[in-house]
């Protein structure tokens, strides 16, 4: 004999598996999660209570954790985010390799009331896309060479997957789309969570093996093209691949795109060894935006500015924490006074949209320097919440017709 009370349970517990298919039919991730947690939740009344944004394993967002590099290399997504733990390629303070674990901490109230991004009309979580969280890539702290060759590699196994949507169309236009990759196939986004700066060589040459030569939009205080014989002094050649001189690797690996008006760096305010650091950074083909320019052009003149520098080129986009003022974001290897807000920069990133940004990146975050109120986290999770809100509003693909 069934009993009333079980078959009240069955029927609701019918009921909540149906709101979750619906809910996972609307790719809506994690808030599935958070407005249907498991029947052992229910509570009085059978009323269901909402497991806490501050409670359970914590992933970016609280998306969901896939294996993707070991357990579960079969599961397709459509944007990853990935750790990157390396910081021994820092000149002052080191410590990023905790960024991704501090920046998932900080991000753990992104989708508390729903993840509804105002500014830019779209909720990225609510968007037809899987978006996931992979972990990190395992990367050893003892050498710094195998290091790299991690990075490049974990990074290459999970761009070089197919994306589970393929966009048959651009949002804006309507008009149909064909990929933009070397091999003709739709690859997912990876959203890198460092780590310092020197993780961007092996990602870029990842980028690279899919993309080919690709602009830059890098938000920097620092210039990050220095000489080796600048930086650091290279003692050794592993010594000469540091967080201040992978771009000038990067450069002369051709992994940038040749030419002038193809990468923009944003917020620099570095001191130099002179002006000649200048004429180094305009030979890797970057244009500055001195971290001063937003008093006299205000937002709106830096984003024109960075706009008419890239294009319509395909961009990596890379954020070292440190483009914003110590002021706002003070857990950072190299803190430079005198930057932009954490507004302002959130502001200048939302002003990307419609840009074809095909990966990204935030490094230099160390947390161990942060606030007790964890504010770098919480800014760094938070500008990677407008990149990925950019991302959902502009599928890669390029108009045929
Ligand atoms: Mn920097």
Request: proline share 6%.
């Amino acid at each position: 004999m069934i009993s009333i009370v079980t078959l009240t349970f069955i029927t609701y517990l019918a009921s909540t598996i149906n709101a979750h298919e619906i809910d996972n039919d609307r790719e809506q991730m994690p808030l599935g999660y958070i407005k249907f947690p498991e029947p052992v939740f229910q509570g009085f009344n059978n009323e269901v209570t909402a497991d806490a944004i501050f409670s359970g394993i914590t992933t970016f967002a609280k998306l969901p954790w896939v294996q993707c590099l070991t357990g579960d290399r079969a599961t397709p997504f459509d944007i990853a985010f990935i750790g990157a733990p390396f910081d021994t390629g820092t000149s002052y303070r080191p410590g990023a390799r905790f960024g991704p674990a501090g920046i998932r901490a900080g991000s753990r109230r992104l989708t508390l009331y729903g993840g509804y991004n105002v500014p830019l009309q779209i909720n990225p979580f609510q968007a037809g896309l899987k978006i996931v969280d992979c972990g990190d890539i395992p990367v050893t702290p003892y050498d710094n060479k195998f290091a790299i060759h991690q990075i490049e590699q974990g990074h290459k196994e999970l761009l070089q997957r197919e994306a589970l949507h393929a966009p048959s169309k651009d949002n804006a236009t309507g008009k149909i789309f064909e990929p933009v990759s070397l091999d003709g196939k739709y690859h997912p986004r990876i959203i890198t969570l460092g780590g310092d700066h020197t993780i961007v060589l092996p990602l870029l040459r990842s980028i690279h093996a899919t993309y080919g030569p690709i602009s830059v939009i890098h938000f920097d205080s620092h210039l990050d093209t220095w000489k080796p014989s600048v930086f650091g002094g290279a003692p050794s050649a592993q010594a000469a691949i540091n967080h201040g001189t992978y771009f000038y690797w990067a450069s002369q690996e051709g992994l940038i795109r040749n030419g002038t008006s193809i990468a923009s760096h944003g917020a620099i305010r570095t001191t130099l060894s002179g002006p000649q650091d200048y004429d180094n950074d305009d030979h890797t083909g970057f244009k500055r935006i001195e971290a001063r320019e937003i008093d006299t052009l205000g937002t709106d003149g830096i984003i024109k500015k960075i706009r008419e520098t890239v294009g319509t080129n395909l961009v990596y986009l890379s954020i070292d924490i440190d483009s914003i003022d110590p002021a706002f974001a003070p857990a950072t290897g190299t803190p430079e006074t005198g930057g932009w807000s954490t507004r302002e920069l959130r502001t200048i990133l939302r002003g990307l949209d419609g840009l074809q940004i095909v990966s990204a990146d935030i490094v230099e975050v160390a947390p161990a320097y942060d606030t007790n109120a964890e504010l770098t986290t919480m800014a760094a999770a938070d500008v990677l919440f407008e990149v990925l809100s950019v991302m959902a509003k502009t599928p890669l693909g390029k108009i045929i017709n």
